[in-house]
């Protein structure tokens, strides 16, 4: 299944242990709180963040009050890479939505560490590139997707996050992360209300079974193909 929602990749070090090592060794490790703040908007990109535990929300504030969320970063991603790489300022705030622990590196010592590591300088390559090709996906999905097939998408790639294998997509699956209404919303570019409606019919249809923020998906796969259509 393409994915067309950026919610998380595989550990950034995997297969990289002596790069994880070094890279840990020269960084500074801080444990945060839910709802603390990393970075804001405009503020120097003066450092990456490499996230050990936790949930991590990337996001923008509209001048309506609304708050997009581009991206979640979750354990063994590396976040803030962009704007350490050019020395621009952030051009989104990052902020804790669960108790997490991230070591954070300078751009000075990130320098190095990739002058030092090939193979983790040509992962960071891939991880920006990869980022690069969702926000292009998720335009384009805005354009010519309604919101109920946004939301499905979304859903359907929350499930392939945690389905082991072709056989779990026909089992009910309920979804680990446990985001609001209003955090969908913004992921799909609506409403807390549209999104709370379209849960409504989901549900009626059997397609799901909400019990506050938990989501079970019944039938993944007769999701996939609401996407699929």
């Given at each position: 299944m393409e994915r067309h929602w950026h919610l998380g990749e595989d550990d950034f070090f995997e297969g990289l242990e002596k790069e994880r090592r070094s890279f840990l060794s020269g960084a500074?490790?801080?444990?945060?709180?839910?709802?603390?703040?990393?970075?804001?908007?405009?503020?120097?990109?003066e450092s990456c963040f490499y996230l050990e535990s936790?949930?991590?929300?990337?996001?923008?504030?509209?001048?309506?009050?609304?708050?997009?969320?581009?991206?979640?970063?979750?354990?063994?991603?590396l976040f803030g890479l962009a704007e350490v790489m050019d020395g621009e300022n952030r051009?989104?705030?990052?902020?804790?939505?669960s108790p997490c622990i991230v070591y954070e590196m300078s751009?000075?010592?990130?320098?190095?560490?990739?002058?030092?590591?090939?193979?983790?300088?040509r992962q960071v390559i891939r991880t920006l590139g990869r980022r690069l090709r969702y926000l292009g996906e998720i335009a384009g999905s805005l354009m010519v997707c309604t919101v109920g097939t946004r939301l499905a998408k979304l859903l359907a790639y929350l499930c392939h996050e945690y389905i082991p294998d072709e056989s779990g997509w026909q089992r009910?699956?309920?979804?680990?992360?446990?985001?609001?209404?209003?955090?969908?919303?913004?992921?799909?570019g609506s409403t807390q209300q549209t999104v709370s409606e379209l849960?409504?019919?989901?549900?009626?249809?059997?397609?799901?079974?909400?019990?506050g923020r938990q989501i079970t998906v019944l039938n993944?796969?007769?999701?996939?193909?609401?996407?699929?259509?």
């Open positions: 500074r490790r801080r444990v945060l709180q839910k709802k603390d703040m990393i970075f804001f908007e405009e503020d120097p990109g936790g949930l991590i929300k990337i996001f923008q504030i509209a001048p309506c009050g609304k708050e997009p969320i581009f991206f979640l970063r979750r354990s063994g991603e051009k989104a705030n990052a902020q804790a939505l751009g000075a010592d990130f320098e190095r560490f990739l002058a030092e590591n090939y193979l983790a300088a009910p699956l309920t979804i680990p992360l446990k985001l609001t209404q209003e955090q969908l919303a913004s992921m799909v849960l409504k019919n989901y549900q009626a249809e059997g397609i799901i079974i909400v019990k993944p796969l007769r999701l996939l193909k609401m996407v699929e259509l």
